[in-house]
């Protein structure tokens, strides 16, 4: 039903006085046997780019690809965290602290290697606008509808889905569920984060002339790492 037509029916029931129930019973959500093969499916049918791994060695196989497709140079990182997913290890004597939400693992030769230089980004506009790859961790992937969860927590995490060109979500198989229901049944809000975003591919938009652009409000391209 379009917007028009629910408007035109509160319109009538509030000039009626007709009143609503709310139903007792929620409806039936769809559970997969597969759902790694669903959430591909969906995945990919919104033009998203999907990596299924199995060991640390294949994460950065992906990253790699990842830098190579693109022909990016770096990989900006949400937090220590995430670099750790991956099982890269960084040059000692760098020290994190609490600040240190945007860091960059810089690859003279172009490829993701077991250890990596880290330097710090400025926390401007200007500077965080020059990120190339973004990298972060999923709060969930959703097999119904192939979209990913990203809890926003920590300072200047807010941009890492929304600000590159390319977001790469690193999603760990236990926390790939069935549908939307088990998501949103599984925390408590205003307790986890300041706010929870839900992506079903890549930033795309018709509202002009009903011609797709890709890009205007989030990254041209969206890949999934599963974490098996």
């Known amino acids: 039903m379009s917007r028009d037509g629910i408007l035109r029916r509160i319109k009538l029931a509030e000039k009626e006085g007709e009143s609503f129930s709310l139903p007792e019973t929620m409806p039936e959500y769809p559970e997969y046997p597969d759902p790694v093969a669903k959430f591909r499916e969906e995945f990919e049918a919104l033009e998203g780019i999907f990596f299924d791994t199995g060991s640390r060695k294949e994460i950065r196989a992906a990253l790699q690809q990842v830098l190579l497709e693109n022909e990016a140079g770096s990989l900006a990182w949400e937090n220590e965290q995430v670099l750790d997913m991956t099982g890269c ?20 030769d172009g490829t993701v290697s077991e250890r990596v230089t880290l330097t710090n ?3 401007t506009s200007e500077e965080m606008g020059r ?9 969930a992937g959703i097999a119904e509808t192939g979209s990913i969860v990203e809890s926003i927590g920590e300072k200047g995490s807010r941009v890492m889905p929304i600000l590159a060109p390319v977001h790469v979500v690193l999603l760990p198989a236990d926390r790939l569920l069935n549908n939307h229901l088990d998501f949103f049944t599984s925390f408590t809000p205003g307790a986890e984060g300041s706010a929870q975003i839900i992506m079903s591919g890549a930033s795309r938009t018709g509202d002009i002339e009903k011609t797709l652009i890709v890009g205007v409000h989030g990254p041209k391209k969206l890949y999934v790492i599963l974490m098996r």
Request: hydrophobic residues 30%.
């Open 89 to 108: 290890s960084y040059s000692p004597g760098f020290q994190f602290s609490s600040e240190d939400f945007f860091t960059c693992s810089l690859h003279e």
């Open 121 to 123: 980004f400025d926390r």
């Open 131 to 139: 990120m190339e790859v973004s990298v972060s961790k999923a709060k």
